[in-house]
């Protein structure tokens, strides 16, 4: 089993920054890759970022490319979101998720294994 806490949410001006962390814990070892998704109300889950904890290779949702960037730190058990140039549509439920099978669609839900209880993201116009 693996465990995830995210932190870092909070209000926030639209052009400004925020960086939300996620703490894995538990059998992180068995972690190939993790995402960060945001839900916003009435819509959708959406992956917004991707990356492989072996090599760090990182996928992105058009809708952040250039904004946001994820990152993880050298025991591979905490990933961060950098996110600049904040918009009001950026405001959702961030959620970010552990893959430990590998080989699903890097942008769908049920590619992943294991969810965090998110942390809310506003930001104000």
């Known amino acids: 089993?693996?465990?995830?806490?995210?932190?870092?949410?909070?209000?926030?001006?639209?052009?400004?920054?925020?960086?939300l962390s996620c703490a894995a814990s538990g059998r992180t070892s068995s972690m190939?890759?993790?995402?960060?998704?945001?839900?916003?109300?009435?819509?959708?889950?959406?992956?917004?970022?991707?990356?492989?904890?072996?090599?760090?290779?990182?996928?992105?949702?058009?809708?952040?490319?250039?904004?946001?960037?994820?990152?993880r730190d050298s025991t591979k058990s905490t990933v961060y979101l950098q996110m600049n140039s904040l918009k009001p549509e950026d405001t959702a439920v961030y959620y970010c998720a552990a893959d430990v099978r590998v080989g699903g669609t890097w942008y769908q839900p049920q590619s992943y294994d294991y969810w965090g209880q998110g942390t809310q993201v506003t930001v104000s116009s």
């Not at 089993?1 to 960086?19: D, K």
């Open 32 to 71: 190939r890759a993790m995402g960060w998704f945001r839900q916003a109300p009435g819509k959708e889950r959406e992956c917004v970022a991707r990356i492989f904890l072996s090599g760090g290779i990182t996928a992105y949702a058009e809708s952040v490319k250039g904004r946001f960037t994820i990152s």
């Open 1 to 19: 089993q693996v465990q995830l806490v995210e932190s870092g949410g909070e209000l926030v001006q639209a052009g400004g920054s925020l960086r």
